[in-house]
């Protein structure tokens, strides 16, 4: 299994970016795909999850509003749309799978997922 993060940059805030994440190497059906991200000095935070089939997804407190997480099945890549960007969004930015359904808050733990991505940086300035 891979999982290849892109789409990271610097940006100003207020600005938005996507970020993409193509995976390989598995049958995602049942899996959810979930954001993570780790700012320096800070311990690793769950972002979002995204279920694999109904599409459902589920985000941290901190960016409900700004920022959504969607699917292309077909090409296997999953995207985390982020808007109004602020400078506490300053991270690397990972993804990651689990065979875990996740559509609420029980898919927050980094455990559960057994495949991550090699990250991609995202710096917002102020």
């Known amino acids: 299994v891979q999982l290849q993060a892109s789409g990271g940059g610097l940006v100003q805030a207020g600005a938005s970016l996507r970020l993409s994440c193509a995976a390989s190497g598995r049958t995602f059906n049942d899996h959810s795909m979930g954001w993570f991200r780790q700012a320096p000095g800070k311990e690793r935070e769950f972002v979002g999850v995204?279920?694999?089939?109904?599409?459902?997804?589920y985000f941290t407190d901190s960016v409900k509003g700004r920022l959504t997480i969607s699917r292309d099945m077909a090409k296997n890549m999953v995207y985390l749309q982020m808007n109004s960007l602020k400078p506490d969004d300053t991270a690397v930015y990972y993804c990651a799978s689990t065979p875990q359904y996740c559509s609420n808050s029980g898919c927050y733990r980094g455990a559960l997922y057994d495949y991550w991505g090699q990250g991609t940086q995202v710096t917002v300035s102020s």
């Open positions: 995204i279920s694999w089939r109904a599409g459902k997804t």
